[in-house]
Structure formats: structure tokens, C-alpha cells
């Protein structure tokens, strides 16, 4: 297929014949890097071409190329990148589509191998070939004896445990090629893990040699990587295509060195793009985004790579705009050549805008009036109507204290219960995002009588807290790096502890068995747990600050992290309203953001998190952008250009509702209120401030056991139980049948089966009921008893995929 694709490529973009403009043809053929100097027996160079068409398109043509080098005894090509040979100069030729470029190459010292250092050289060899993973020696147990630290976060045991342990077994200086180390990583020797490095290569000469160098540690003054260039950072390919990546490690005298064979490469689509340990990306058949992730030594960068469809239309239509979300949305659908779906009708924005704003089901009476509603701003009113709800106030209290986790077994009754309290007042106030995020994390006082000291109570440790405020409020998850280094982020043990620093000191003082009293104690030094190394206490990525050592250390760090220049604290809280609307966060998991994770459409989460620090951190503000949004309003049905689009919101996604919304909507319908132990009747599940109050409707469905800093703790996937729950529950069949139950109302009121019918479907699922409907209403009707007949006909609705989902 690639010897294919590269036919393809030539003969369809040659340069063009005098006078012909309609063909596309290559204007320019660019070569990185523009000179080599290759410097040592094992050091290599990448290379990267690309050419430039008339129309703007960039194609990589690395292996597409006719590589030619004029001195063959001075340098050779393996595969597409350029090795020494002998000490000398020389230039390569590189010819495309009619296009030329020659390239200088200097080879010196190629009679040395240079001096190997174990952490610049051999631990990046472990971590590509995957030795110091967790699911290998960089397990907790190790693996058969021998461990290394997870991803080479600690280099000097990895040393010793090489070099020291079994007797210095794994290593034989007599015989470098005979040494355990290179024979079980070639496969030579049995190896539980198979064979990690070929026969023959650089992998393999670089283990033996290092053995043969008599396993140096290394000068401790050698220069060391401070980053990496990648290239390119993002590319538009088409189907059954080919990537070149180019990998640069930077040092810190300045120098610079290809590191491509020596780079980890991971792919979060690889039905998209998949990538190969030498940096070569192929894509499939199937189009979308996704972004390769690049890790060197710590150093974390991301390719992101761009599928059109193939039958994208030649004149992309002229798509309405409400507001700039629309314009980058659709921008983004017209650089994939995806068409979005038209507008969803009224009833189904109705039931939308009802459950994603307030969790509610709209009545029959709301929907009756909105469908006969002729102005042309009844959404945008509804829009503001629903927002100024009690509703409003109860579902995203119950939201916000799944994610800071307002658990009554954690917390106790009176914990809980004035957490919950106090997160709604927040609601009802629609107070500023960052005021109240900066009081949490500052909050001291009895916790019986102040809701969010309780936040330092569910997550009672400096580690814990360290990882539950770097998730809640800025999107980063640092749980790896407590231990090692992130795989995926650049964050570290320096960046894990130096967060910590700022909880290092919280006090909790028992007052009685369930009230405690928390308060910082003032700034205490933070120290490594095994180095003992003292770690200089600062925000992840940001500066040591000012004023640490006077007062409580939490203020400063609050005061980092509502600025509004943080770079991660808006745009997680966007992104979060994002996903409770859209059905996907622009970033999945939602609180997952880094580098290596993009967002689907990085100018629009960009474009969300400064409208929120514009309009001074009002929630409200960004959830009335998104539902005016015509994407927003999009009809979930798909198009023939959409149909498998799941990520760049061409069309609306389905969702179940979630447990609560659920539970309330099931007794909304039937008109029977839940019965909830210890509270009043009428009682709403989006009410509940225990998340711990039996219900075992509740539980089937997913309700979140707030155990976790994030929404993941609930689910809306269904489930076998959740189907036999809804068909077979006597709890809901007594709803339905019961005597002061929306059935025995109608009835009661003598109305026709057609009055019935058009009630029940207005009020389960917002609209009038189908055709299909009315003919199931019309079979039951005239084989049972109007009673049976009514009750089967609310039970088919109640299972009916319209009434689980939101569409």
C-alpha cells in the first residue's frame, strides 16, 4: 500500500505543463535539517523532506525521495536517516516530483564511540523499549528479580541494580555481547518480555558498548537535555498516508542531537494514526485527529495529525453563524470536510436545554406553550428562563459536589450537609468561579459549621491534596509524578512535592466524633521521601513565590491558581461546562489537560477560557454562549459527511440521562414523587446533599460515589441491570399503577385515549407522539381494559430509547 500511495503521490502532483494551472503540482522541496553533522560511530541523523504544493498542501516525501550521496565511503543512508562511515564530507542529493535539494554532510570523530552516559544514553533506552514500564521491571516487584524505577525516575538504582545487585550477573566486561543486559534485551536469551531491541542495531551497540566502556555512570558535569524540538507539530494528511517525525534534543552547553530511534512514540487514535518506534506515522481510513505523543528523557511534545474525508463536498456550504463558537466549529468541520447537521426542531431543543441546564424534564404544559410560540428569540428565552431556575440551583450543586467530593462517609452527616449547603448558596448567588474556588482552598474553621473546610477533610493529606486540587481546579493529573515522572506531561517528583509544599502544615484538630478543626499552621520546608532533599515549594510550571513564610501558604497558592493568566484553571472550567452540554469534553478526560492531550478544537477551548475571565468567572455566562451556539441546537440525526464524526460536535451527541435526572423523570411522568428515608415527601434525587442515602435505583444507574476529584465517579453507560431494572422494578410499576399517579388523574378526568396518548408523550418525551406511537397506543387500546391499556402504554414509554436519552 505505501509503494502504492507513493506512485499515487508522484504522478498526481507533477509539475504542471506551461500555461496549465487546474493540476496540482510541487513548488518546493524543503530538507531538515538543512546541513548534518554527525559526530561519533553511533550517532545518526533523520532526515525530514517535504513538499509544497501550488495549493498550499504539504506532503511528506521522506521515503517517497531519490536519495542519492555523492561520497559513498564517508556516510550511508539506514532507512531514511544518514549515518557515518568514515571521517569526512560529503553531500546528499534528494530529488521529488522534478523538485532537487542538496545537503552538506560532515562526518568527524567517527573512529570514537563516544563516551556513554548511563542517564543521558541508557535510560532513554529503557523507557522506548519499554524496561522501566509499569507492566515490566518497573513494577512495584519487579520482574523476575530485577526492578528498575518506573519510566528511569530514579536513575542511580537503576545504576546500582545493573551494575551491584545478583552478584553484577546482568553485565560481563569480559564479554559485553554475552552480558545478560544485551543477550535477553535481542532475544538471544529467554526473556519473559520477548525481544525489545533487533539484532544488529544501534539499540544493541549501544548496551555493549556501554558494558565494554566498563558501564561508566558517567561525568556528572556532562551536559544535560533541557528539551526537545519536534517537527512537524501538526500536519493535514491524507488516507493511507506516511509522516516523517523528527526528533531534537537541546542540551544544556547548547548542543544539539537527533533523537529520533532514541524517542517513545504513543498514539491516542491509532484507528487514526498509528506511529512506529523510528517516528513514522501511517494513517488509516478512517477520519478524525489525533495527536502522537513524543516523550524523550522527560521531555514530553505532540504531533497532531488531521484526517480529512475523502468525499468531503467541492463547495463546502455557506453555514449559518449565532455566535464565534459556531465560526470555529464550523471552520474546524470545513478543514475535515464534514458537514454539519441541520437544526434540531423545537421540541427536541426543548427537552434538551431542560435536562443539560437543570436536570429537569419540561412539562406538558412548558412544551405545549414553547411549540406554539411563534416569536423568533423563544429559544433564547427559554435559554434565559431555565438558567433563573430553583432547579438550576439544585442540579449543579449536586454536579460541583460530585467533583469536590461531598461524600457523608467521609465527611459525616454534618460535614456533607453543610458542604452541600454552602455550594448552593454559591449557585444561588451565581457567585464568581474564582472567588469561591479561592475560598475552598483557603477555608480554615469548624467544620461543622463552615461547608468548605470539609474539602481538607475528604483528602486529609499533602499528598492527597496535591492531587485532588491539581484535578478539581487546574486539570492536572500529578498521581504519577508523586512516584516518578509523568509518561505523558512534564511534570515530575520537584513538580509533585513542590505543590505539596503549600498543605505541608494543615491541621485537623477532633472537636468531638464528627467536627474537626482545620487551620494551616504556616510554612513548613517540604522534603523528598527516600533523597530527603529539600524541594522548594511552587505551582506546577509556575515560579517559587513571594510571601510564603508569613501567613498561610494556601493564599498564595489560591491567588495562583484563579489568576487570570493561569493557563490551566479557565479552561478546565470550560471545558467541564463543555462536556455537560455537548455530551464530550474538547478535552477527554475532561480534567486530563496536557500538551500530549489536546483539545478536539484548541482555538475554541481557547476562545471559552478568556470569555470566562472576560466575563469575570461567570459560570452562567459561558453556558448562555454554548446553548445560543447553533452548535449546540445541532439535530443529533447525522449526515452522510457526519455520521462517524464523534469528536469535532458536527451533529449533537446522544447521552443517557444520569441517575438523578433519571429517577426524578421516572416520577415527574407517572406523577409519583420518590420516597427518600428521613426526608420530606416531594423530595427530588438532584436534591440530595447524601450522595450515601439508600436507593438502589440510584446505585444501578451510576450515581457518583465521590471518591475521586472528577465526574468520572458517575456513569451514564448502560448497562444489562439498568434494562431488566426499567422492565421488571415493582418500584416502578407501582409508580405506574399507583392511585394518585398521573394514569389514575387521567383516567379519572374521562379523557380519550387520544387525550391520553398526546399527554403521556408530551410529558415523557416532549413531544407529540409518531405515528409509530399512536398505532402501538391503538393495538393496546383495543385488546385491554383503558386502565391496562394506559399503563402498558406509559411502561413502553418509560423504556423507550427517547425517553433514556437526551437526542
Given at each position: 500500500?505505501?509503494?502504492?500511495?507513493?506512485?499515487?503521490?508522484?504522478?498526481?502532483?507533477?509539475?504542471?505543463?506551461?500555461?496549465?494551472?487546474?493540476?496540482?503540482?510541487?513548488?518546493?522541496?524543503?530538507?531538515?535539517?538543512?546541513?548534518?553533522?554527525?559526530?561519533?560511530?553511533?550517532?545518526?541523523?533523520?532526515?525530514?523532506?517535504?513538499?509544497?504544493?501550488?495549493?498550499?498542501?504539504?506532503?511528506?516525501?521522506?521515503?517517497?525521495?531519490?536519495?542519492?550521496?555523492?561520497?559513498?565511503?564517508?556516510?550511508?543512508?539506514?532507512?531514511?536517516?544518514?549515518?557515518?562511515?568514515?571521517?569526512?564530507?560529503?553531500?546528499?542529493?534528494?530529488?521529488?516530483?522534478?523538485?532537487?535539494?542538496?545537503?552538506?554532510?560532515?562526518?568527524?570523530?567517527?573512529?570514537?564511540?563516544?563516551?556513554?552516559?548511563?542517564?543521558?544514553?541508557i535510560?532513554?533506552?529503557?523507557?522506548?523499549?519499554?524496561?522501566?514500564?509499569?507492566?515490566?521491571?518497573?513494577?512495584?516487584?519487579?520482574?523476575?528479580?530485577?526492578?528498575?524505577?518506573?519510566?528511569?525516575?530514579?536513575?542511580?538504582?537503576?545504576?546500582e541494580?545493573?551494575?551491584?545487585?545478583?552478584?553484577?550477573?546482568?553485565?560481563?566486561?569480559?564479554?559485553?555481547?554475552?552480558?545478560?543486559?544485551?543477550?535477553?534485551?535481542?532475544g538471544?536469551?529467554?526473556?519473559g518480555?520477548?525481544?525489545?531491541?533487533?539484532?544488529?542495531?544501534?539499540?544493541?551497540?549501544?548496551?555493549?558498548?556501554?558494558?565494554?566502556?566498563?558501564?561508566?555512570?558517567?561525568?556528572?558535569?556532562?551536559?544535560?537535555?533541557?528539551?526537545?524540538?519536534?517537527?512537524?507539530?501538526?500536519?493535514?494528511?491524507?488516507?493511507?498516508?506516511?509522516?516523517?517525525?523528527?526528533?531534537?534534543?537541546?542540551?544544556?552547553?547548547?548542543?544539539?542531537?537527533?533523537?529520533?530511534?532514541?524517542?517513545?512514540?504513543?498514539s491516542?487514535?491509532?484507528?487514526?494514526?498509528?506511529?512506529?518506534?523510528?517516528?513514522?506515522?501511517?494513517?488509516?481510513?478512517?477520519?478524525?485527529?489525533?495527536?502522537?505523543?513524543?516523550?524523550?528523557?522527560?521531555?514530553?511534545?505532540?504531533?497532531?495529525?488531521?484526517?480529512?474525508?475523502?468525499?468531503?463536498?467541492?463547495?463546502?456550504?455557506?453555514?449559518?453563524?449565532?455566535?464565534?463558537?459556531?465560526?470555529?466549529?464550523?471552520?474546524?468541520?470545513?478543514?475535515?470536510?464534514?458537514?454539519?447537521?441541520?437544526?434540531?426542531?423545537?421540541?427536541?431543543?426543548?427537552r434538551?436545554?431542560?435536562?443539560?441546564?437543570?436536570?429537569?424534564?419540561?412539562?406538558?404544559?412548558?412544551?405545549?406553550?414553547?411549540?406554539?410560540?411563534?416569536?423568533?428569540?423563544?429559544?433564547?428565552?427559554?435559554?434565559?428562563?431555565?438558567?433563573?431556575?430553583?432547579?438550576?440551583?439544585?442540579?449543579?450543586?449536586?454536579?460541583?459536589?460530585?467533583?469536590?467530593?461531598?461524600?457523608?462517609?467521609?465527611?459525616?452527616?454534618?460535614?456533607?450537609?453543610?458542604?452541600h449547603?454552602?455550594?448552593?448558596?454559591?449557585?444561588?448567588?451565581?457567585r464568581?468561579?474564582?472567588?469561591?474556588?479561592?475560598?475552598?482552598?483557603?477555608?480554615t474553621?469548624?467544620?461543622?459549621?463552615?461547608?468548605?473546610?470539609?474539602?481538607?477533610?475528604?483528602?486529609?493529606?499533602?499528598?492527597?491534596?496535591?492531587?485532588?486540587?491539581?484535578?478539581?481546579?487546574?486539570?492536572?493529573?500529578?498521581?504519577?509524578?508523586?512516584?516518578?515522572?509523568?509518561?505523558?506531561?512534564?511534570?515530575?517528583?520537584?513538580?509533585?512535592?513542590?505543590?505539596?509544599?503549600?498543605?505541608?502544615?494543615?491541621?485537623?484538630?477532633?472537636?468531638?466524633?464528627?467536627?474537626?478543626?482545620?487551620?494551616?499552621?504556616?510554612?513548613?520546608?517540604?522534603?523528598?521521601?527516600?533523597?530527603?532533599?529539600?524541594?522548594?515549594?511552587?505551582?506546577?510550571?509556575?515560579?517559587?513565590?513571594?510571601?510564603?513564610?508569613?501567613?498561610?501558604?494556601?493564599?498564595?497558592?489560591?491567588?495562583?491558581?484563579?489568576?487570570?493568566?493561569?493557563?490551566?484553571?479557565?479552561?478546565?472550567?470550560?471545558?467541564?461546562?463543555?462536556?455537560?452540554?455537548?455530551?464530550?469534553?474538547?478535552?477527554?478526560p475532561?480534567?486530563?489537560?496536557?500538551?500530549?492531550?489536546?483539545?478536539?478544537?484548541?482555538?475554541?477551548?481557547?476562545?471559552?477560557?478568556?470569555?470566562?475571565?472576560?466575563?469575570?468567572?461567570?459560570?452562567?455566562?459561558?453556558?448562555?454562549?454554548?446553548?445560543?451556539?447553533?452548535?449546540?441546537?445541532?439535530?443529533?440525526?447525522?449526515?452522510?459527511?457526519?455520521?462517524?464524526?464523534?469528536?469535532?460536535?458536527?451533529?449533537?451527541?446522544?447521552?443517557r440521562?444520569?441517575?438523578?435526572?433519571?429517577l426524578?423523570?421516572?416520577?415527574?411522568?407517572?406523577?409519583?414523587?420518590?420516597?427518600?428515608?428521613?426526608?420530606?415527601?416531594?423530595?427530588?434525587?438532584?436534591?440530595?446533599?447524601?450522595?450515601?442515602?439508600?436507593?438502589?435505583?440510584?446505585?444501578?444507574?451510576?450515581?457518583?460515589?465521590?471518591?475521586n476529584p472528577?465526574?468520572?465517579?458517575?456513569?451514564?453507560?448502560?448497562?444489562?441491570?439498568?434494562?431488566?431494572h426499567?422492565?421488571?422494578?415493582?418500584?416502578?410499576?407501582?409508580?405506574?399503577?399507583?392511585?394518585?399517579?398521573?394514569?389514575?388523574?387521567?383516567?379519572?378526568?374521562?379523557?380519550?385515549?387520544?387525550?391520553?396518548?398526546?399527554?403521556?408523550?408530551?410529558?415523557?418525551?416532549?413531544?407529540?407522539?409518531?405515528?409509530?406511537?399512536?398505532?402501538?397506543?391503538?393495538?393496546?387500546?383495543?385488546?385491554?381494559s383503558?386502565?391496562?391499556?394506559?399503563?402498558?402504554?406509559?411502561?413502553?414509554?418509560?423504556?423507550?430509547?427517547?425517553?433514556?436519552?437526551?437526542?
Open positions: 500500500m505505501a509503494t502504492f500511495f507513493a506512485t499515487f503521490v508522484v504522478a498526481s502532483i507533477q509539475t504542471a505543463a506551461p500555461g496549465e494551472d487546474t493540476s496540482e503540482h510541487v513548488i518546493k522541496l524543503t530538507v531538515h535539517p538543512a546541513e548534518i553533522q554527525i559526530g561519533g560511530a553511533n550517532r545518526q541523523q533523520q532526515l525530514l523532506v517535504t513538499a509544497t504544493t501550488n495549493s498550499g498542501r504539504l506532503i511528506d516525501a521522506t521515503r517517497q525521495s531519490q536519495i542519492s550521496i555523492s561520497e559513498a565511503h564517508v556516510a550511508a543512508l539506514n532507512g531514511t536517516a544518514v549515518h557515518g562511515l568514515f571521517e569526512g564530507e560529503t553531500k546528499l542529493t534528494i530529488r521529488f516530483a522534478g523538485r532537487e535539494v542538496l545537503v552538506p554532510v560532515v562526518v568527524r570523530d567517527f573512529e570514537k564511540y563516544p563516551p556513554i552516559h548511563f542517564t543521558n544514553d535510560i532513554p533506552l529503557f523507557s522506548k523499549l519499554g524496561c522501566n514500564s509499569g507492566g515490566c521491571h518497573g513494577k512495584q516487584s519487579g520482574q523476575n528479580g530485577f526492578k528498575l524505577s518506573v519510566f528511569g525516575f530514579d536513575p542511580q538504582a537503576d545504576f541494580a545493573l551494575t551491584r545487585e545478583g552478584r553484577s550477573r546482568r553485565v560481563f566486561p569480559g564479554d559485553p555481547a554475552g552480558s545478560l543486559l544485551v543477550l535477553k534485551s535481542t538471544k536469551a529467554a526473556h518480555g520477548g525481544r525489545r531491541a533487533e539484532v544488529g542495531s544501534a539499540d544493541e551497540l549501544l548496551l555493549s558498548q556501554w558494558v565494554r566502556q566498563g558501564m561508566p555512570w558517567g561525568n556528572d558535569n556532562a551536559p544535560k537535555v533541557t528539551g526537545i524540538e519536534v517537527e512537524p507539530n501538526e500536519r493535514v494528511l491524507a488516507m493511507r498516508a506516511d509522516q516523517q517525525v523528527l526528533v531534537t534534543a537541546v542540551f544544556s552547553d547548547a548542543t544539539r542531537r537527533d533523537v529520533t530511534s532514541a524517542t517513545a512514540y504513543t491516542n487514535s491509532e484507528v487514526v494514526a498509528e506511529v512506529d518506534a523510528t517516528g513514522r506515522i501511517r494513517t488509516g481510513k478512517v477520519p478524525g485527529e489525533a495527536a502522537i505523543t513524543v516523550n524523550y528523557m522527560g521531555h514530553v511534545a505532540s504531533v497532531r495529525v488531521i484526517l480529512p474525508r475523502t468525499n468531503s463536498p467541492k463547495n463546502y456550504p455557506d453555514v449559518p453563524v449565532r455566535n464565534r463558537i459556531d465560526e470555529l466549529v464550523w471552520s474546524k468541520l470545513q478543514k475535515l470536510g464534514i458537514v454539519p447537521s441541520e437544526l434540531c426542531d423545537d421540541a427536541a431543543f426543548l434538551r436545554v431542560s435536562i443539560d441546564a437543570i436536570g429537569t424534564l419540561p412539562s406538558a404544559e412548558e412544551v405545549t406553550t414553547f411549540l406554539d410560540d411563534d416569536r423568533p428569540d423563544k429559544r433564547d428565552r427559554v435559554i434565559e428562563a431555565v438558567l433563573n431556575r430553583d432547579e438550576y440551583t439544585d442540579y449543579w450543586s449536586q454536579r460541583w459536589a460530585d467533583v469536590l467530593l461531598v461524600d457523608r462517609e467521609t465527611l459525616g452527616d454534618r460535614g456533607a450537609y453543610e458542604f449547603r454552602w455550594l448552593r448558596q454559591q449557585m444561588i448567588d451565581n464568581p468561579y474564582d472567588q469561591w474556588t479561592r475560598e475552598i482552598l483557603t477555608a474553621g469548624n467544620s461543622a459549621k463552615y461547608g468548605p473546610v470539609n474539602f481538607f477533610r475528604a483528602v486529609r493529606t499533602k499528598e492527597a491534596l496535591t492531587r485532588a486540587v491539581s484535578q478539581a481546579f487546574l486539570g492536572i493529573r500529578m498521581d504519577c509524578a508523586q512516584c516518578h515522572h509523568h509518561p505523558f506531561e512534564k511534570w515530575g517528583q520537584h513538580d509533585f512535592y513542590g505543590m505539596s509544599g503549600f498543605f505541608n502544615g494543615i491541621q485537623l484538630k477532633k472537636l468531638n466524633a464528627n467536627r474537626e478543626l482545620i487551620y494551616h499552621a504556616g510554612f513548613r520546608q517540604t522534603t523528598m521521601p527516600l533523597t530527603k532533599e529539600v524541594v522548594p515549594t511552587k505551582p506546577p510550571g509556575g515560579k517559587i513565590p513571594d510571601g510564603l513564610e508569613t501567613g498561610d501558604p494556601r493564599v498564595v497558592l489560591a491567588k495562583w491558581v484563579t489568576r487570570p493568566d493561569n493557563p490551566y484553571f479557565a479552561r478546565l472550567a470550560v471545558n467541564r461546562i463543555w462536556k455537560n452540554y455537548m455530551g464530550r469534553g474538547l478535552v477527554e475532561v480534567d486530563d489537560i496536557r500538551s500530549t492531550n489536546p483539545a478536539t478544537n484548541e482555538p475554541l477551548l481557547t476562545y471559552l477560557a478568556e470569555q470566562l475571565v472576560t466575563n469575570d468567572f461567570d459560570l452562567k455566562s459561558i453556558m448562555r454562549q454554548i446553548m445560543r451556539s447553533r452548535v449546540y441546537q445541532l439535530s443529533s440525526v447525522p449526515n452522510a459527511t457526519n455520521f462517524n464524526d464523534a469528536q469535532n460536535f458536527s451533529h449533537h451527541i446522544e447521552k440521562l444520569p441517575a438523578n435526572v433519571l426524578d423523570a421516572i416520577c415527574d411522568v407517572t406523577g409519583v414523587p420518590e420516597q427518600f428515608a428521613g426526608l420530606p415527601h416531594g423530595t427530588r434525587a438532584i436534591e440530595l446533599w447524601d450522595n450515601r442515602l439508600p436507593s438502589y435505583f440510584l446505585d444501578t444507574f451510576g450515581r457518583s460515589e465521590r471518591k472528577c465526574e468520572c465517579g458517575a456513569s451514564t453507560e448502560p448497562t444489562m441491570a439498568q434494562t431488566l426499567m422492565m421488571n422494578a415493582p418500584e416502578i410499576d407501582a409508580k405506574i399503577g399507583s392511585p394518585s399517579g398521573r394514569v389514575a388523574a387521567l383516567l379519572a378526568r374521562n379523557r380519550s385515549n387520544n387525550q391520553i396518548v398526546s399527554n403521556l408523550t408530551l410529558t415523557a418525551l416532549g413531544r407529540l407522539p409518531s405515528e409509530k406511537e399512536r398505532r402501538i397506543a391503538t393495538r393496546l387500546f383495543s385488546q385491554d383503558k386502565r391496562q391499556a394506559t399503563e402498558d402504554f406509559l411502561w413502553t414509554l418509560l423504556n423507550s430509547y427517547d425517553f433514556l436519552f437526551v437526542r
